[in-house]
């Protein structure tokens, strides 16, 4: 049976999406070379809006595969969100799949020719061909502009289902689906309610327990969900419509949550420890350096990869060896001799050290044994020390976080970042 040809729809300016599949593509997404982040951040995304993510696939770089699990989605779902194929080589199929399913050809998008000339003039490249094919766009579609690389969104109908083909870099998938798609399918004003805290410190069964009550407010209008990772849990309170009796509930929900969990809570905006720590030595006007061991980095990068970081974190260091810690940091050798590399004196003594030489106002230090070899019956795999300094006031604990390597490193540095944050607001 040969591809059926789907009419061409004029695609309205709003849409009010209630169900979206996910299709992305790449054999090496399947292959596991390449960690799909643009489902998860599209998720997100969607259900922030009140559209069902009701299903979703990946595929390889074949355009059989491609086209029968677009219509196979599009079947099933309001809205459809490709993503990958739109490069420019030969493996890059998204284009030919939409022409035919559509029962069309390509034409040549002015704009984003445009667009891609001037990048390449920006970049001092010469441009070539295979970038200049990334401007041939499906004659049936309505092009997505991209101010972020080569390849512009497609816009199109299959059947009743409205779809959106994305680039498979995240950058680009994220400029477009924020400046393009969302207005056209965010639901009406007042609809959506939504509050996300950041819990940590207890067990999200745990959670669960202590907030057992609150489960009478809930129904398919008001949710409430336990999202966990190793910064914590992110707790969700979402309702999407259900009318004002549903928006009161909402209130109390987040109250509820507000009043009965707030020994946990780390903040009330969706963000991660590291933004929230950022956000607070912001607010106050405070910096941090940092001094790691066995999280190699983990703690800095974390903090980096927050825009307008550099306004209070002043850098640090990376003190894996013993030398390292005694001459950039300071640590007295008598105390690496007599209690360990991994202690509560020399984590101190790497927090003041660390201090000292940057000027910051707080410092952080962490020294620990990630594994999965060099523990002892006294210090087993997954033993931690964690120091936070500013002046006279100090903080050391000792962690026993698990024997997986980077378990422990994630572990101590969303711990150490919370010490952090704890010696700032006591």
């Not at 050391?396 to 490193?409: H, K, M």
Request: glycine share 12%; net charge negative; charged share 20%.
């Amino acid at each position: 049976m040969g591809v059926r040809v789907h009419p061409i729809i004029v695609l309205q300016p709003q849409f009010k999406p209630m169900t979206c599949s996910i299709l992305s593509i790449g054999d090496e997404l399947l292959i596991g070379q390449v960690t799909n982040t643009n489902a998860s951040w599209l998720g997100d995304q969607l259900t922030s809006l009140g559209i069902t993510v009701a299903g979703g696939s990946t595929v390889g770089d074949g355009l059989g595969a491609i086209v029968g699990e677009i219509e196979r989605l599009a079947a099933t779902s309001d809205l459809l969100i490709i993503s990958g194929g739109l490069g420019p080589t030969h493996d890059d199929l998204t284009r030919e799949a939409i022409c035919e399913l559509l029962g069309c050809g390509l034409r040549v998008d002015e704009a984003q020719l445009r667009r891609i000339e001037q990048r390449f003039a920006e970049r001092g490249l010469a441009l070539n061909e295979r970038s200049i094919r990334q401007a041939a766009v499906p004659e049936s579609c309505r092009t997505l502009a991209n101010n972020h690389g080569s390849a512009p969104g497609l816009a199109f109908a299959i059947g009743k289902c409205r779809a959106y083909a994305l680039p498979g870099v995240p950058m680009e998938l994220q400029g477009i689906f924020s400046d393009e798609i969302i207005p056209e399918i965010s639901p009406e004003e007042g609809r959506i309610d939504r509050k996300t805290f950041l819990m940590f410190g207890i067990p999200e069964s745990a959670m669960a327990d202590s907030l057992q009550e609150l489960n009478t407010l809930l129904d398919d209008a008001l949710t409430l969900a336990y999202l966990p990772s190793f910064g914590g849990i992110r707790l969700r309170a979402m309702r999407n419509g259900g009318g004002s009796e549903a928006k009161k509930r909402f209130n109390a929900l987040v109250e509820g949550i507000g009043r009965m969990a707030a020994e946990w809570i780390i903040s009330d905006r969706d963000e991660t420890m590291a933004q929230a720590v950022g956000r607070l030595l912001a607010e106050r006007g405070l910096t941090l350096s940092v001094a790691e061991s066995c999280t190699g980095g983990t703690i800095g990068m974390m903090l980096t990869e927050i825009p307008g970081s550099s306004s209070y974190f002043l850098g640090g260091v990376i003190a894996y060896a013993n030398s390292l810690k005694q001459g950039m940091l300071g640590v007295d050798e008598r105390d690496i001799r007599e209690h360990g590399a991994v202690s509560q004196q020399v984590a101190v003594a790497m927090a003041r050290g660390v201090r000292a030489r940057t000027g910051s106002d707080l410092a952080v230090a962490v020294t620990g044994i990630a594994g999965p070899d060099g523990g002892t019956p006294e210090k087993p795999v997954g033993t931690v020390w964690i120091a936070v300094a500013e002046g006279e006031r100090e903080i050391a604990e000792r962690f026993q976080l698990g024997r997986e390597r980077n378990t422990v490193r994630v572990r101590a540095a969303n711990i150490a970042l919370n010490l952090v944050r704890r010696l700032v607001v006591e």
